[in-house]
């Protein structure tokens, strides 16, 4: 009689939580979507881009808004539908019973876990693909700016005889460069710099760069498979435009977990080793996919303690708990990229930390 009983509370928890579920996907996938769709309008409107490209746009997009809609989504279900069953006293009720809140629970972290493993798999599989379509459909349209030339975040192979990584690009201005420059049967020549700008000459299809505050490393004359340290106020050099436009490297969002591995591995074999940005997308893949379980071990003392059902309520909870986890994923992701924290410990933190709040106030939950 104890298995039908918690049977049917299953079934019933799982109906509430599955309806809000619906509900709230619908809604914040509706905001994301009306978030980029004037952007997407602009282009048919104002650049007279074919429609046929703008869809091909947005179908591409979608896989990106779900893996934020998502996890939006069941932190937001799991409020209502625990702040309506405590609100109502069925949660008393159901303890009266002995059944406790660990049992009670237990199907939606259930749910959680599921949508977690599903999101990993598009994280994995489905995000790359549709996140790289998107940019060579923006390279096919021609709206991009001089600034595809030179895309912040990734490791830019295209240009011959060079590797290089910007950390952020405004405009022409960019902040934190490095070129590395492989050769053979010689050391890896590297030139950093604090700050640069550059400026495209389209008719000779070439970029000129103006590097300000770093080093070059220069051959020895007397060795020239020996490299000596110079530090430079600014630094000129240019890249061949040609050597680039053929193709569009994959940045480290464009590649899947066995990618990301394999030029992590490519890249420490000719000797570079600042791959914090390759490191950190590889561990979001991990952490942004299970952060719906820590939402819903968090959501579940959350909704409890509230004890209202009002959608409002729910909502405004569930957005302080999403503000509070993206600026902490942004801000530790900032401080990776700067060499200050450990990508992998970086990446998980946010998850740990909403993981011990859960934890804390579910224990607190269930001996109240």
Known sequence: ARNTIM??????????????????????????????????AELVIAKGVDLMYVIKLFAYLTPYLLSFSVPMSILTATLLCFGRLSSDNEITAMRASGISLYRMSSPVIVIGLALSLGLLWMNDKVLPISHYQSRRTLAEIGIKKPTAFLEQGTFIKNFKDYIIFIYDIKGNKLNGIRIYQPQKDKPVRTIIAK?????????????????????????????????????????EMSLNLKDYLPSISKKPKDMSIAEIRQEIKTLKEISIEDLNALKIELHKKFSLAFSALVFVLIGVPLGITAKRSERSVGFGMSLGVIIIYYILAVGFESLSLKGKLNPGFAMWLPNALLLLAGMILTWRSAES
């Open 7 to 40: 049977k049917i509370l299953r079934g019933y928890i799982m109906n509430e939580l599955l309806g809000a579920f619906a509900m709230s996907l619908a809604v914040f996938t509706f905001v994301l979507v009306m978030g980029n769709i004037v952007k997407l």
């Open 195 to 235: 700050s640069g700008e550059f400026n495209v000459d389209s008719e000779r299809q070439i970029i000129r760069l103006r590097l300000y505050n770093g080093s070059s490393d220069e051959p020895d004359f007397d060795n020239p498979r020996r490299l000596y340290k110079i530090q430079f106020k600014v630094y």
